[in-house]
């Protein structure tokens, strides 16, 4: 995985901790239909749209809904989540990415997001970190969720440069089957077994050190 020129960040669980806030805002729209969403239920939400999050959820519950129903549950679920994550600052970016994107923005390396996230721009916004990238590609711009390849095909699109010189930073399952999809190999961020399928892993992006990022990307960080 040498030689890459462009790094695609996903952005719940490697930038930035949302997961446990969009646990919490999916757990009370289930309890609404009768369903105990538990943890593990969770961890199949990683990387997957509302769309599609909703549809799992109540085929969980054995449950059909009309469509109007379907779209308010969506925007009850998102009111939520802006209402938990509205106050998340600089200091909830997670320990690592900081000092990895200026590392990567010196060398000259494109970096783009790729997240099913619909609040993409504003979370970078509101981190303010905004400014590092050159391609923000999230759940507005994309119509299908991963592990279907589109938001990382758009993402090499975006940045100009091809899928075999990118590298993916993902923290779910199927988000790495998105970028393998999309001819794109895959550093894993998380517990190595809740990601087998990574090309290679490390439990935070904080574990990856200057002079590995410096190798995957052939820059110099003298």
């Not at 909703?54 to 085929?59: I, R």
């Not at 970016?93 to 000259?108: A, H, M, N, Q, V």
């Not at 077994?193 to 904080?206: G, I, K, Q, T, V």
């Amino acid at each position: 995985m040498k030689n890459a020129k462009a790094a695609l960040f996903d952005l719940d669980g490697v930038i930035v901790d949302t997961a446990e806030y969009h646990f919490m805002a999916w757990k009370e729209i289930a309890a609404g239909f009768g369903y105990a969403l538990s943890r593990s239920d969770n961890e199949k939400l990683k990387g997957v749209s509302r769309v599609d999050s909703l549809k799992k959820m109540l085929h969980w519950a054995q449950r059909e809904i009309s469509a109007a129903e379907f779209e308010e549950l969506l925007a009850q679920k998102n009111e939520q989540y802006l209402s938990l994550i509205s106050q998340m600052t600089t200091v909830h970016i997670l320990p690592g990415i900081t000092d990895g994107l200026k590392l990567l923005k010196r060398g000259g390396v494109k970096i783009a997001l790729g997240s099913a996230s619909k609040n993409g721009r504003t979370l970078l916004k509101q981190l303010e970190i905004i400014h590092f990238f050159d391609a923000i590609i999230d759940g507005n711009d994309v119509k299908k969720s991963k592990p279907d390849p589109e938001v990382f095909t758009k993402g090499s699109q975006a940045v100009g440069i091809p899928p075999e010189a990118c590298l993916v930073f993902e923290d779910s399952y199927a988000g790495i089957e998105a970028a393998h999809a999309a001819g794109i190999k895959a550093v894993g961020i998380g517990k190595p077994d809740n990601l087998p399928n990574a090309d290679m892993c490390y439990e935070s992006f904080e574990k990856i050190t200057a002079v590995e990022l410096e190798k995957l990307f052939s820059l110099s960080v003298y």
